[in-house]
Structures are given as C-alpha cells and as structure tokens.
C-alpha cells in the first residue's frame, strides 16, 4: 500500500510544471500534501543501464544498488538497518534504460533525524569493497540464473527487447550482461557513479507533509554533487522487414510463451498516444478482462489465459497492476504477449483422465502483424 501512495503521490511530481527544462541542475518539484503523515522524495538521475560504457554492461544498476544497499560515511549498511528500524524508512534505487530513480519514504515526525541517511548515502556513499561483493554477487546471480529459471513473462520481455535494440544501449538488460557484470571493479563504480550522478542531470521530487526550508536544504546539499560527463544513449530503430523470429528452448518448460513486438515513435507526450490506448485496451491490457482479442482466446476459443497489449514498456508486469509513472523512455515499442500455452505433455500430466489422450498441445494464431519480431518459449523435443 505504501508504495502504491508513493506512486500516486510523485506521479505528478516528477513530471514537473508545464514547460519545465529538465535539463536545468538539480530542478525540483513539489507537490505538498499538508494532511499528510509521510513525506516522499524521488532523486531521478538521467542515465539509466543506455548510459553503461561498453563492456560494463549492468554499471549503472549496480552502482545505484551501492548507494542504497550500502553505507555511508559516517554508518555502515547494518548500522544504518539499526539506526532506521525504529521509523519504519523505506528507500531504495530503481535503474531503467534511460534514468535512475532513488526513492526515500518517511514519516513526516522523523524528518529532520532522517535527513542526514538521506544526505549521506547521496553526497558520501561508503563503496565498500564487502558490499560490493555482496551486490555484484547477487546481480550476476540473476543474470545467469535468476531470470533464466524464474520468470518466463519478465525473461521474455528481455529477450524480445534484446531482439528489437539489436546492435544498440538499449539492447541488454538493466542488470546488464553476464560478461559486463563480472568485469565490474570497485573503482568502476566510484568512477560511474562520479561521471552518471550530477546534479546536472537530476530532477528532485518531492511529496508529502514537509517543511517550507525542507526543499532548499535538499536542493542546496545536491547542488554539491558534481557535473555529469555519462549521458544516456537513445537509439533510433527502424521497423522490422517482415517477420523475424527467435525460439527460445527451454529443457523443462511447462509450455510455450509467444511475445512479439515492433518499434514505434510515439510516446505519452503525443498526441497519438490517446488513441493508442484505445486500441491497446481492444487488444487486452495487462491484468484486465474486457479486451476483445484477449476474449476471443481465452473466452471463445478456449486456447489459453489470453493475452496482454503494451504500447510502452512495462515494469514489473507480474506485481504491478498499473504501468510506474516517471519512467521515460524516448525509445518505445508496442508489443503482445500471449500467456504460455501448455504443451500437450504438461496436459496429460496434469489432467490424466479428462485429456490422456491428448495430442496436440498448443494453440495456433493467425499472424496479425506482418512486420514483428517474434520470441517464442518452446519446450525442447
């Protein structure tokens, strides 16, 4: 719930006043909420994993990780645990492709005991050498592992955006690559983080029950970051010639997942975008019911759970019932993802009575787009 009121709270917030130049330092914007008992502050970095250098492919990600996994000078990252246990905090980094977004949560009653950790970890991050261990562990672990075994839906959404940024910063994932990640060093992340994290490149959000001075400390104190010399890299992508497809085998997969995309210009700053959310929620939007395709396979047709329609980029699809405002990105494709349709062994198995003698096992669609890229899960013979 508390992450929910941080979105809706900042959702306004970050995408600043009318004709405000986000390429000014350290711009700030406010949305006070006097009846409020938390306060909410957003410190969104233009750099995002498009800003890695080459060969260090999951930099930017693990250095945003650094800063709030890890200490600061003055605490160490299990003092700090400590320290912040009794107000309930909550703070923690984000990275896309194009920004990275630290987010801090507080009680409006701990503000000023919870603004020097705040200070901190932004202006004087420890960078340990145990910490970055520890982190550079855990993002090579899903890099090569976790997102191979775990997530069809998210594994999926990677490969098909792999497929589509071919050749470009859009190409890898967030967390980067599994060459990029091992050749990351501590002085990687001191240098990154010195050259990604200015105060030219930032917008400051703030929300919630606050004090007046609160604002102009905040911005003052970041105006001390320096000059950002890392900028993110935006590819322009032409349309696929017709349609290309990669199949994906998978050893012990319980069926095959299809997702297909293709790369378009339009963005919420459009005015196109409208009607593109009409046909979109035709199509079926994600986690909702009343699309006319996604009735046609799962209702009528009986072939699967049905499917879900993107027209941007889409976090976190399997908790989050809502896209996460203030997460631009210039480079944007439509996509459609169909639900994994089971194999026929997977049926036998699981319902050996009603559809033992079942030999065919996957649901065949007719190909609404003619110029698409195309990744498909499939169980390996």
């Known amino acids: 719930m508390k992450h929910t009121f941080s979105r809706l709270l900042l959702a306004a917030a970050l995408l600043g006043p009318v004709g405000a130049n986000l390429a000014q330092a350290a711009d700030v914007v406010e949305l006070r909420q006097p009846n409020a008992s938390k306060v909410v502050v957003k410190l969104q970095f ?26 600061t000078k003055a605490m160490t990252a299990a003092q700090l645990k400590d320290f912040l246990y009794p107000m309930a905090t909550n703070y923690y980094a984000t990275t896309d492709k194009e920004v990275t977004t630290f987010t801090f949560e507080f009680h409006k009653d701990f503000t000023d005991k919870f603004y020097p950790v705040l200070q901190g970890l932004i202006l004087t991050p420890s960078f340990t050498q145990e910490d970055f261990d520890r982190l550079k562990s855990n993002q090579l672990n899903y890099v090569e592992q976790v997102i191979r075994a775990s997530s069809d839906e998210d594994y999926s959404k990677f490969a098909l955006e792999d497929q589509l940024f071919r050749g470009t910063r859009f190409q890898h994932m967030t967390r980067g690559t599994a060459a990029g990640v091992r050749s990351l060093t501590l002085d990687d992340v001191k240098k990154h983080y010195a050259a990604a994290f200015g105060k030219d490149n930032l917008t400051i959000g703030i929300a919630g029950n606050y004090p007046a001075s609160f604002a102009k400390k905040l911005k003052d104190d970041l105006d001390k970051l320096p000059k950002s010399t890392a900028k993110p890299v935006v590819p322009t992508v032409a349309a696929p010639k017709g349609i ?26 459009n005015d196109d975008f409208a009607a593109l959310m009409v046909a979109n929620s035709y199509l079926g939007e994600h986690r909702k019911s009343y699309g006319r395709l996604y009735d046609k396979i799962r209702t009528t047709r009986s072939m699967n759970y049905g499917d879900y329609s993107y027209i ?64 498909i899960w499939s169980k390996t013979a």
């Open 312 to 375: 941007e980029w889409y976090e976190n699809g399997g908790q989050n019932m809502l896209p996460v405002p203030g997460v631009p990105r210039h480079a944007n494709y439509a996509s459609l993802w169909l639900r994994p349709v089971q194999i026929a062994e997977g049926l036998r198995k699981q319902y050996p009575t009603e559809l033992g003698g079942l030999t065919v096992g996957h649901a065949r669609l007719p190909c609404a787009w003619p110029c698409a890229k195309w990744i």
């Open 46 to 71: 233009r750099n995002g994993s498009s800003a890695d250098p080459v060969g260090k492919e999951g930099l930017t990600f693990l250095t945003s990780q650094l800063v709030t996994e890890g200490g």
């Open 244 to 269: 290309q497809v990669e199949i994906i085998s998978k050893t012990d997969a319980l069926g095959s997942a299809v997702y297909a995309g293709f790369p378009i210009q339009t963005t919420r700053a």
